[in-house]
């Protein structure tokens, strides 16, 4: 839990933000696993930054979900069960193509650009094969179509529901088989939204949802 890479540039955002973004993309990342405990001595050393500092933005990753307090034990990065799998992609499928019919109808075209863009950099960082980097470009596909819907209340949720699928990003893509078929599903999705085609854009995107909660309920059953 030492290999937490530090590069906090103490002018460009707040501290505490920039504490809460490196420790959200660490557990992202895999470099802090499910289970894994948060010490706040350690981390307060490895990241530079006060205990009051770090304890906000552990607080703010707690609310988010992505660790949780255990008695005896402290801070650790949270264990996702089945169960809490089954409930995220079942509310994220449904917000999410509501989410992107809604990008369809109210995009501007600067959005459009971006999303095309964000396309454009998922391909290539699949075509790569690097996990960090594919996550990371998959990861702003979904932004920018969320950030394009028109629904701040809807980008919201998302947003935080994002924060706690990121654990499972990595075990889907991970899967034999899994990065071609999301590739495929993505840009298939990508050009129903250009057709603007809001029906079959919604079932492509519940398809997509369903392959990747059925992906990675059977990697979590195989223990994987």
């Keep these: 839990m030492s290999n937490l890479s530090i590069n906090i540039v103490r002018v460009a955002a707040p501290l505490r933000q920039q504490v809460i973004d490196l420790l959200r993309a660490a557990i992202a990342d895999g470099r802090y696993s499910p289970g894994d ?28 979900g992505l660790v949780h307090n255990v008695p005896q034990r402290g801070l650790e990065v949270v264990t996702l069960t089945a169960e809490d799998v089954r409930q995220i992609y ?27 863009d964000a396309m454009a950099a998922f391909e290539a ?28 209340t809807m980008a919201q949720i998302l947003k935080a529901l994002h924060n ?40 492509l995107y519940n398809e997509h949802i369903a392959s990747a909660a059925r992906v990675t309920m059977q990697a979590l059953a195989a223990g994987r």
């Design 90 to 116: 079942q509310v994220r499928g449904a917000l999410e193509s509501l989410a992107a019919a809604e990008f369809v109808a109210r995009a501007s075209p600067e959005q459009w650009a971006v999303l095309a």
């Design 125 to 152: 960082a699949a075509a790569e094969g690097v996990p960090s980097r594919i996550r990371t470009a998959k990861t702003m596909v979904y932004d920018t179509l969320i950030a394009g819907c028109g629904n701040p």
């Design 164 to 203: 706690r699928i990121q654990l499972l990003r990595g075990v889907s893509l991970a899967e034999p088989g899994r990065l071609p078929n999301t590739i495929r599903e993505i840009r298939e999705i990508y050009e129903a939204m250009t057709a603007r085609d809001t029906v079959r854009t919604c079932e």
């Design 37 to 64: 405990r948060l010490v706040e001595r350690e981390l307060c050393e490895t990241l530079q930054v006060s205990r009051p500092i770090l304890r906000e933005a552990l607080r703010q990753l707690e609310a988010e």
